[in-house]
T-cell receptor, first 115, second 113 residues
């Protein structure tokens, strides 16, 4: 059973397009995250939702919009894609209590390539 | 600005050797220090974690050493195996925004057979 799943695994698109990445977790967690991993493997938090409420919103262009329809899903929509958006995007989830007390489980990642 | 500084960027070790990765932080509010392991093409996975009330934690061949006064912590991989070849990230969290994990830049470990 996949704990945290993401679709698609690979996404190749042209500059200026709009795309979405979907994430689902079946762990019963109520906190979910989006991370961006750049070409140098640096992991940076983008957003976090707890019980469908946005709790972390880092300095991310407003072209990126997360949406949490329910506790098990957190989607990421990106408008007007730019070359610099090319990266691997990871979804993660954890129980409530924050990163200080609960392990974050990561999905397999979505490799986004903007041409 | 990176809140957790990690070194080295990469290291190569012979099978059976010891791999040591170091991390340093400034924020004294941090109270949780996990290490994540990432294999190529996969997401990071929790390897081992420590809180500042202990100076060392060992799980199998992996040991975290923690120095609260120096604000440093390190991961030691004993008897390194080729299957340990991966990228290792230290991280820290705590304080006001407890949901946020601040990651180090990562260390790519290659274990030569």
């Amino acid at each position: 059973d996949t704990a945290v799943s993401q679709t698609p695994k690979y996404l190749v698109t042209q500059m200026g397009n709009d795309k979405s990445i979907k994430c689902e977790q079946n762990l019963g967690h109520d906190t979910m995250y989006w991370y961006k991993q750049d070409s140098k493997k640096f992991l940076k938090i983008m957003f976090s939702y707890n019980n469908k409420e946005l709790i972390i919103n880092e300095t991310v262009p407003n072209r990126f919009s997360p949406k949490s329809p329910d506790k098990a899903h957190l989607n990421l929509h990106i408008n007007s894609l730019e070359l610099g958006d090319s990266a691997v995007y990871f979804c993660a989830s954890s129980r409530s209590g924050g990163a200080g007390s609960n392990e974050q489980f990561f999905g397999p990642g979505t490799r986004l390539t903007v041409l | 600005q990176q809140q957790v500084k990690q070194s080295p960027q990469s290291l190569i070790v012979q099978k059976g050797g010891i791999s040591i990765i170091n991390c340093a932080y400034e924020n004294t509010a941090f109270d949780y220090f996990p290490w994540y392991q990432q294999f190529p093409g996969k997401g990071p996975a929790l390897l081992i974690a420590i809180r500042p009330d202990v100076s060392e934690k060992k799980e199998g061949r992996f040991t975290i050493s923690f120095n609260k006064s120096a604000k440093q912590f390190s991961l030691h991989i004993m008897d390194s195996q080729p299957g340990d070849s991966a990228t290792y990230f230290c991280a820290a969290s705590g304080g006001f925004n407890d949901y946020k994990l601040s990651f180090g830049a990562g260390t790519t470990v290659t274990v030569r057979a």
